[in-house]
DNA sequence: TATGAATGAGGCTTCATTCAT
DNA sequence: AATGAATGAAGCCTCATTCAT
């Protein structure tokens, strides 16, 4: 094996891990809260040392900002491959279907957003998730000024749409997740269903976020 | 002055300066962000030494609890001043409007209470606040049952039209505190009534959610 | 009702409140332990304000010393009671049984005087105790040269018998109270019935310590 | 070097420090009080960080017990040198002497255990002590139960008999440290002598606690 | 590159003591 | 004299980050 390929396997292999330590911590502050989970914690699920995880990232700020990251590239993922369908229903529902469907990871990085933020750290790596997620966000604006010519949706700003599907979808995840409201929702699935009914009829001309029909 | 008159008065005092404590504390709270709130800056910003916080409160997280009491209670006290009245329509717009009025309080609160359960933090007051949350949502309930009697609701069960109102406050609320979202509202007063409006007929049956009708 | 009378009473009632703190006190130490106990907890078992305290007392420390005065004190006054009589054992024995009746506070006050004189806390009273308790152990050191003299005892320095018996006295008292050797006695009773007999005749020439016999 | 030295070195360099950390914890505890003495002044005796403590003890109550373990393994060590041994008496003596030889650190460990329990802290290390003295507390029966045996000691349950000999050791330790009655023992050598005869032969049959003869 | 021991700033909480009423 | 609210020094512990090997 030539030293070129030797170094493509080891940058190959720092990607594994980078990836790896990612993950860990993902599910670790998914289980037990950002504040609870330890740089050390991460380390000992990925079974390397504390050390190693600080080659692969600057600070805990970090990995905060690329696991978002990460999360607003997978969502511009799904866009692209849906891009150029007709159904012009497809891309919100995706969209708000995508955000809904695992919602302590997205709460979790509403409030790592708000933290960093906060602690104006990164800075350069807010940029670059903001630039992203614009990016994504304007796939979602033209769907919906399509939709607009079409004349089935309501003549407002088409971010109003956006917004009251993001609001709906950010809500619902509070909703599914708040310890307190969960006790009264008996079926999940079904109310699922429904919020995701509304959520994508709700900004319709006439008969909207009617359910079965 | 008598000696009875002498110790209400100084009993009286000792509210106002628990008053005091907890509006420093929110306030703080609201601007820096819980964890970058020290009890020590609650107390500068009283004007009182850190150990005369801990002469009204146990702990930080009884803070945070009892804030959020408060909260549900003015709540509450809002349901009871509108109790009796004709007007079905007002106490679900009123709970949704008090509740997006004040978004970052509103997100404040929802961060503690993940974070006090998680902990499993003075359990007896977040009893407390799950029984005047429970109380609150049962005047909500009897008055959307009202609303299905007179054939105005969508016949699901009730808590189907609190939690999609829940969710569409909570994430509207979201909406209009995210640094990223911000930018892209331009009549923040406008869209808020537009949210309000979905919000309040969003379960209605038929025109559904269709503003200024 | 003169004045003189009501001066004298409300003296009277002052040493009254004195003595229920420091029962107070000492009940609480024996049963928390004295880092536990704090001067508010005093406060409230006597019903009194914790500022109270303060005009009986200067510091806590001060608390401490009086309780070991009195009970210095106490053991003087059966020293006096007992003077004058012709059994030449009866003192030993008494001290003895006094220092081992009640474990406990002896141990208490163990700790206390090492704690207090460790950090050079009131002088004053600390050289009264020592006073006292000189006075004591003279009591003692004449009972032994008598003893001496009836050539019964061992022809050692006389604080040797002393010492033996504190020595015992003390250890005995850290024994029943040792959490972990506590489980070793069965027959609490029997076991301090032997072990006084061994300390009052342990210093005896020829058979010494024998029991029952 | 191979890594596996390297990595066992380093072991041995962490334990090194950890018997660092002991010894100069034990030293100030000895001197100043253990409630006198912070984990900081700890760490500053070492040289060494106060956060590097935390890496080798949980908290300040496991240093207490570890300390007290190393002790009681201490004398586990020595009564598994002179097992084996003809010499009846030897066991009992050793005991004695390894307990009356360093009264201080006696004395503070019968404050920390009493302590430790009231606080109900660390009870696995708890349970480990109690385990190891168990173990030597059975050394010290068989060999009693073997002279009873012998027909050379009063017939009594033999704790009562290695309860006695606690106890003497213990008060002989307050005694010994006892900032009051020291000032009255001139020889202490001498005295200790003394104590020691007492102490082991004060169970024996007939001429019991005789000394010198 | 990988490691993990070491660091120390900083947070929460306790409580003896003071002092204005 | 009695009170108890207020104080703030001081202690324990956490953990992100550094750095020598």
């Known amino acids: 094996m030539g030293d070129l390929e030797k170094a493509a396997r080891k940058a190959q292999e720092f990607r594994q891990r980078e990836r790896e330590i990612l993950d860990a911590a993902l599910a670790l502050f998914l289980e037990h809260g950002e504040d609870r989970v330890t740089v050390e914690m991460i380390a000992d699920q990925v079974g390397i040392g504390k050390g190693t995880?600080?080659?692969?990232?600057?600070?805990?700020?970090e990995i905060y900002l690329l696991l978002m990251i990460r999360y607003e590239e997978d969502l511009a993922e799904l866009f692209?491959?849906?891009?150029?369908?007709?159904?012009?229903?497809?891309?919100?529902?995706?969209?708000?279907?995508?955000?809904?469907?695992?919602?302590?990871?997205y709460q979790l990085?509403?409030?790592?957003?708000?933290?960093?933020?906060?602690?104006?750290?990164?800075?350069?790596?807010?940029?670059?998730?903001?630039?992203?997620?614009?990016?994504?966000?304007?796939?979602l604006v033209r769907t919906i000024e399509q939709g607009m010519k079409a004349d089935t949706l309501e003549?407002?700003?088409?971010?109003?749409?956006?917004?009251?599907?993001?609001?709906?979808?950010h809500g619902a995840v509070g909703l599914m997740e708040s310890p307190f409201y969960q006790k009264y929702?008996?079926?999940?699935?079904?109310?699922?269903?429904?919020?995701i009914n509304v959520g994508i009829r709700m900004g319709n001309k006439g008969q909207r976020g009617r359910r079965d029909d």
């Open 53 to 61: 995880i600080y080659k692969h990232f600057e600070t805990k700020n």
């Open 80 to 105: 692209r491959s849906i891009d150029g369908e007709d159904d012009r229903e497809r891309l919100p529902r995706e969209y708000f279907s995508f955000r809904i469907q695992q919602p302590r990871r």
């Open 109 to 139: 990085f509403d409030r790592l957003e708000n933290k960093v933020i906060k602690e104006q750290a990164v800075p350069e790596l807010v940029d670059k998730l903001h630039t992203i997620r614009a990016k994504n966000l304007d796939s």
């Open 155 to 169: 003549p407002v700003p088409p971010y109003y749409h956006i917004a009251l599907a993001w609001a709906l979808a």
């Open 185 to 195: 929702i008996d079926d999940k699935e079904d109310f699922t269903d429904f919020l």
